[in-house]
């Protein structure tokens, strides 16, 4: 009796873990950006990647475009997206955020979107 309740408690938690695992939401978030450094792109660029919300990040000096992936968030603000660029929060602009594999991703160049 001891094992069949051992092992109905083992899948349980399987299966409960499983399901968790499964519906993580990924996040992405995308913006036009004004760095014109490369240098300090590059420092920043790696700073949002040691982000341990953050899956992918790709900041493009010469579109000076961003776009990142999320891992282990519930939910994506641009409050919370803008403040990873820190001292270039006033130089962002046209952000998106959306489900990645569920909303459509605005392709580049960004020409209808809000600023800022």
């Known amino acids: 009796m001891k094992t069949i309740n051992l092992?109905?408690?083992?899948?349980?938690?399987?299966?409960?873990?499983?399901?968790n695992?499964?519906?993580?939401i990924t996040f992405f978030?995308?913006?036009?950006?004004?760095?014109?450094?490369?240098?300090?792109?590059k420092i920043l660029e790696e700073k949002i990647r040691q982000n341990p919300n953050v899956k992918v990040v790709r900041l493009d000096f010469v579109s000076q475009r961003s776009f990142i992936l999320t891992k282990n968030i519930s939910e994506l603000t641009e409050v919370q997206f803008?403040?990873?660029?820190?001292?270039?929060?006033?130089?962002?602009?046209?952000?998106?955020?959306?489900?990645y594999g569920i909303d459509k991703i605005n392709p580049y160049p960004f020409t209808n979107c809000n600023n800022k």
């Not at 349980?12 to 873990?17: V, Y």
């Not at 006033?90 to 952000?95: K, P, T």
Request: proline share 0%; aromatic share 14%.
């Open 21 to 24: 695992k499964s519906e993580e």
């Open 29 to 41: 978030a995308q913006c036009k950006f004004e760095i014109n450094d490369q240098k300090e792109l």
């Open 82 to 99: 803008s403040s990873w660029f820190e001292n270039y929060i006033d130089s962002i602009s046209c952000i998106q955020i959306g489900v």
């Open 7 to 19: 092992f109905l408690f083992l899948l349980i938690n399987f299966i409960s873990l499983s399901q």
